[in-house]
């Protein structure tokens, strides 16, 4: 089994308190019956979550963040040590004292990445993003796809982590869309700086990418109106934005493309999809 990670293993023999399984190994484990859990049959294969704490617990629940990963978790509890947050799991993830960069109350929510403390053998949260993520040999370019959880607000745009591995900015300049700060989302680089830190968009950089992003935005829009949007590349930006997420340059570039396929048409008021389109 991987530690700390969602492991399938196979049903060997199903009891009143619950099931043993078999990892890869043919090792047998322990899966304590829970609430809301299976049934299960002997031969079925069962996803399990394993960590620590100090001993084996083996849960087949799903933690919102695994070990080495990190998630936006909500300050369940406080004491004078640290603070417990909620990753999941029934018994909650401990964050030490010392491990926390900010002042928090219950109801917070915070990002916290997963680790294993060798001394204890349990794992724990760290607030402290800079020690866990990669400023160096970063495998990225530009016009890169990634994987983003938005965790902060700052007057310059939105911090994110990059696939669990690295940090970037939105800046507000290049947020045409609502985020939800800690709520995983795509998004694409725009630069690596040389510092290690990555700026980043939510829409495919280039002409073509932005396009056909922009444009398939655009026809789901309309289709979902029943054909007919009341906005057009005379309405006002904010208008666009509100509505579509886009600029309204990026409006009248996708708009214009989608006239010359001949999938629009357009009205005083607004656009409607052509038979074409439609059919």
Same mark, same amino acid.
């Not at 704490?53 to 300050?75: H, R, S, W």
């Not at 370019?141 to 607000?153: C, G």
């Not at 694409?188 to 040389?194: G, L, N, T």
């Given at each position: 089994? $991987?530690?700390? #990670?969602?492991?399938?293993?196979?049903?060997?023999?199903?009891?009143?308190?619950?099931?043993?399984?078999?990892?890869?190994?043919?090792?047998?484990?322990? &899966?304590?019956?829970?609430?809301?859990?299976?049934?299960?049959?002997?031969?079925?294969?069962? @996803?399990?979550?394993?960590?620590?704490?100090?001993?084996?617990?083996?849960?087949? $629940?799903? /933690? %919102?963040?695994? &070990?080495?990963e990190f998630g936006f978790l909500k300050v369940t509890r406080m004491s004078d040590q640290g603070v417990w947050v909620d990753w999941g799991l029934e018994e909650e993830l401990?964050? /030490?004292?010392? @491990?926390?960069?900010?002042? !928090?109350?219950?109801?917070?929510?915070?990002?916290?990445?997963?680790?294993?403390?060798?001394?204890?053998?349990?794992?724990?949260?760290?607030?402290?993003?800079?020690?866990?993520?990669?400023?160096?040999?970063?495998? !990225?370019?530009?016009?890169?796809?990634?994987?983003?959880?938005?965790?902060? *607000?700052? /007057?310059?745009?939105?911090?994110?982590?990059? %696939?669990?591995?690295? $940090?970037? !900015?939105?800046?507000?300049?290049?947020?045409?869309? =609502?985020?939800?700060?800690?709520?995983?989302?795509?998004?694409?680089v725009k630069q690596v700086r040389e510092d290690g830190n990555i700026d980043l968009v939510l829409e495919p950089i280039g002409y073509r990418g932005s396009i056909s992003s922009?444009?398939?935005?655009?026809?789901?829009?309309?289709?979902?109106?029943?054909?007919?949007?009341?906005?057009?590349?005379?309405?006002? =930006?904010?208008?666009?934005? @509100?509505? !579509?997420?886009?600029? #309204?340059?990026?409006? $009248?570039?996708?708009?214009?493309?989608?006239?010359?396929?001949?999938?629009? @048409?357009?009205?005083?008021?607004?656009?409607?999809?052509?038979? *074409?389109?439609?059919?």
């Amino acid at each position: 089994m $991987k530690e700390g #990670k969602v492991n399938k293993l196979k049903v060997a023999e199903v009891s009143d308190k619950g099931y043993y399984l078999l990892d890869a190994g043919d090792k047998t484990v322990f &899966l304590p019956q829970e609430k809301d859990m299976g049934p299960f049959v002997k031969g079925q294969e069962v @996803e399990v979550f394993n960590y620590t704490n100090p001993k084996l617990v083996l849960t087949a $629940k799903t /933690p %919102n963040a695994t &070990l080495e990963e990190f998630g936006f978790l909500k300050v369940t509890r406080m004491s004078d040590q640290g603070v417990w947050v909620d990753w999941g799991l029934e018994e909650e993830l401990f964050v /030490p004292d010392e @491990e926390l960069v900010q002042d !928090l109350v219950v109801g917070d929510y915070c990002l916290v990445f997963v680790y294993k403390d060798e001394a204890t053998n349990k794992f724990l949260g760290s607030q402290r993003v800079d020690d866990f993520v990669f400023f160096d040999e970063i495998d !990225l370019k530009k016009e890169d796809q990634v994987n983003l959880l938005p965790y902060r *607000e700052t /007057p310059l745009g939105v911090n994110a982590i990059v %696939n669990n591995l690295h $940090k970037g !900015l939105i800046f507000r300049s290049d947020i045409h869309k =609502p985020i939800s700060i800690g709520k995983k989302i795509k998004g694409y680089v725009k630069q690596v700086r040389e510092d290690g830190n990555i700026d980043l968009v939510l829409e495919p950089i280039g002409y073509r990418g932005s396009i056909s992003s922009a444009t398939q935005t655009i026809l789901n829009r309309i289709h979902d109106e029943g054909g007919y949007m009341g906005i057009n590349d005379k309405s006002d =930006p904010f208008i666009i934005k @509100e509505k !579509l997420g886009m600029s #309204k340059n990026a409006f $009248k570039r996708a708009v214009g493309s989608l006239y010359k396929q001949k999938k629009i @048409e357009f009205y005083k008021d607004g656009i409607r999809l052509t038979q *074409e389109a439609k059919s």
